[in-house]
């Protein structure tokens, strides 16, 4: 096997652009939370990339990549990369060393529980979300991420089809802030007090940086450097474009274009053309763009009138973003993008799209079912959210003795 | 000698100043404070929908003069502070028992100064 140093350069520098993407998230939610929870907020998805990184190099790569045990989990013998050399692993990528995978691989793992943190901002003990984070990317990202990527994964053997972390990342990370945010239940004063965004500007910045990382979320996904990593470059843009541009339009009708509104409605079509990116073409991806604008921008009005405290609309920016993706992908994929991929019902496979419905609601159901119980489980251990006190004070200085002022 | 108070939009405050100056009145003392009178507040765009600031930044203007000045004051913060909008805040208007001078102790009542000077 030969390494090709055009696909390594490129698998490389998507790395680093994914890793950016977790600071960038500390940067988007920080700047939405109120003035005591700034630095708690961006500590919790810094602390992320430590922690998992770890935890992938240790053991995760391995549960999620390693030899298959019966479709449900990776073996043990990648454990503290015994075996991830600078060869190439052909069942995965040919062309660039098994240690850039494993590195690419490694910065989806950490982004993924990080997207998490939004829905309990504000309230929870700094220690319950170390153990949480740790607890959720061992029992629910590794075992799905092996199920869709991992060769022997049975939703992989299914065909499901997920470019760039559609099932893997935006349903689970999804779906799993709505049972946590259930669980750990609503911030003090939630419904009476108004939470004013500390700094909206950071929010900018963090969407922005995200959507410079997305890049290499969704082109790295190619893992070769060529048509294909253009292609879903190509549809990634478009998406966030016509998506922001959408929500813009649904809040100006409403009353004022919000930067806010618009830097959540970008980060929202990102996530929705995620699994779609390196199947479907640019026009199909203007559609979808705009659709997760309108499912978007109304499942917040919905979460707002169930009551439910996902402080930064998880749920409804990835939840809900990464379902219409996972299903436009059954519908929109081409093979004339991705000869590898497969038709979707456009295209007249209705087969894919039923495999793509499948998938979610099993995830889904999975997803929800195991954070529920996690979330209790540190509650009931070491005690998930802070005290009355501690929450009124605010986090920066209860958690971490910082203020910004 | 009377203490004036004037809570004044933060956007002015350059403009009074500038007018008081003009009157000779250069000694005053600023606090950055929030609040709300009939305004009531003001509403934000969120992602969706919107929330309200009940509470605005304004700048809180503090004047130590003479009775007899007192009037001319009063006019200059009044035209220079207006807009005609709701917000532009108020001026209140308190009597002072005594002002002492830190520098030299001396007692400012029976003087012409007031924070003029410092």
Redesign the interface.
């Known amino acids: 096997m030969m390494i090709n140093s055009g696909d390594t350069t490129w698998v490389l520098i998507s790395s680093a652009l994914v890793m950016l993407m977790t600071p960038a998230l500390g940067l988007f939610y920080g700047g939405m939370v109120g003035k005591k929870n700034v630095l708690s907020t961006m500590m919790m998805s810094f602390v992320t990339l430590s922690l998992i990184s770890l935890q992938w190099v240790i053991y995760g790569y391995s549960l999620c990549f390693g030899k298959d045990v019966y479709g449900i989990i990776g073996g043990l013998n990648f454990l503290g990369l015994n075996g991830v050399g600078q060869t190439p692993n052909p069942d995965y990528a040919p062309t660039i060393p098994h240690i850039a995978f494993m590195l690419f691989q490694m910065m989806f793992a950490v982004i993924t529980p990080a997207l998490i943190t939004g829905c309990y901002v504000e309230r929870v003990s700094f220690g319950g979300f170390l153990v949480f984070m740790l607890l959720w990317a061992t029992f629910v990202y590794d075992p799905v991420c092996h199920w869709v990527w991992g060769v022997g994964g049975w939703l992989r053997k299914w065909g499901v089809l997920d470019f760039a972390g559609g099932v893997v990342v935006h349903i689970s990370a999804g779906i799993s802030a709505l049972a946590a945010s259930l669980v750990i239940g609503k911030r003090k004063g939630y419904g009476k007090t108004t939470y004013e965004p500390s700094n909206i500007p950071f929010t900018i910045i963090g969407a922005f940086l995200l959507w410079f990382g997305w890049f290499g979320f969704n082109g790295g996904s190619a893992l070769v450097s060529g048509g294909l990593a253009a292609s879903a470059f190509l549809t990634t843009n478009i998406a966030g474009c016509a998506c922001g541009l959408m929500w813009m339009l649904l809040s100006w009708n409403y009353k004022r274009p919000s930067a806010l509104g618009f830097a959540t409605g970008c980060i929202v079509g990102l996530a929705t053309i995620t699994p779609a990116s390196g199947y479907v073409g640019a026009l199909s991806a203007i559609i979808i763009g705009i659709v997760s604008a309108f499912l978007g921008y109304y499942a917040i009005v919905l979460r707002m009138k169930t009551g439910i405290d996902d402080s930064l609309d998880v749920f409804a920016c990835h939840g809900i973003g990464g379902i219409l993706g996972v299903l436009a992908t059954g519908i929109f994929a081409n093979k004339a993008i991705n000869p590898a991929g497969a038709n979707g019902l456009l295209y007249g496979n209705l087969n894919q799209f039923l495999i793509q419905v499948y998938a979610t609601v099993i995830v889904a159901i999975y997803a929800f079912v195991a954070t529920f119980i996690l979330t209790k489980l540190v509650d009931i251990v070491i005690g998930f959210r802070v005290s009355d006190k501690e929450e009124v004070v605010g986090l920066d200085i209860s958690q971490h003795g910082e203020t910004i002022i | 000698m009377k203490k004036i108070e004037a809570i004044i939009r933060q956007e002015k405050l350059q403009e009074v100043k500038d007018a008081l100056s003009r009157e000779g009145i250069v000694g005053l003392t600023i606090t950055e404070v929030k609040g709300r009178g009939e305004q009531g507040g003001i509403t934000?765009?969120?992602?969706?929908?919107?929330?309200?600031?009940?509470l605005l930044p304004k700048i809180k203007l503090e004047i130590i003069i003479e009775d007899e000045r007192v009037n001319k004051v009063v006019e200059t913060i009044c035209q220079s502070a207006r807009t005609g909008e709701l917000g532009d805040g108020k001026i209140f208007i308190f009597p002072i028992e005594n002002v002492i001078k830190i520098r030299t102790g001396e007692t400012l009542m029976s003087t012409r100064s007031g924070h003029k000077g410092e």
């Open positions: 934000l765009e969120w992602r969706v929908g919107e929330y309200k600031i009940d």
